[in-house]
């Protein structure tokens, strides 16, 4: 996720600068500027390493359902910590899941209908 003044003109000349270098990492082609409008979600900060994350995820979609919800749209993760500076036990990254309600909702809060 950017912030708004993020431009995918700006994602992809910041791009071509690292592959210019001798060291650029091999997966810096498959860099892509992309929005995200999903709407209402359920996430978590998981604090550990990534093969930690499968029983956070999981539980959020056990919660879904019981809090009236239904999973809509794709998992993602947005990565807080640089993996090759810190410690895994240490790593922190956001677990994302967009949902909708499962009933006809009144507003944002999923609120039902009166």
């Known amino acids: 996720m950017f ?3 993020i431009t995918a003109d700006i994602v992809e000349r910041c791009r071509v600068d ?3 270098k001798a060291d650029a990492p091999r997966l810096i082609e498959q860099v892509r500027f992309e929005r995200f409008d999903e709407g209402d979600a359920l996430q ?3 604090v550990g390493p990534y093969s930690e994350e499968g029983p ?3 539980a959020m979609h056990e919660k879904i359902p019981g809090d009236g919800h239904a ?4 998992h993602h993760e947005i990565y ?6 810190t ?3 240490k790593l922190k990254t956001i677990l994302r899941h967009p949902i909708r309600c499962s009933y006809p909702c009144g507003d944002s809060l999923g609120s039902p209908l009166s």
Do not use: C, F, K, Q
């Not at 999973?71 to 794709?74: Q, R």
């Open 3 to 5: 912030p708004n003044w």
């Open 44 to 46: 978590t900060l998981h």
């Open 80 to 85: 807080l910590s640089d993996p090759r500076r």
């Open 87 to 89: 410690h895994p036990a």
């Open 18 to 20: 690292v592959v210019m």
């Open 71 to 74: 999973l809509s749209g794709t």
């Open 56 to 58: 956070v995820i999981s």
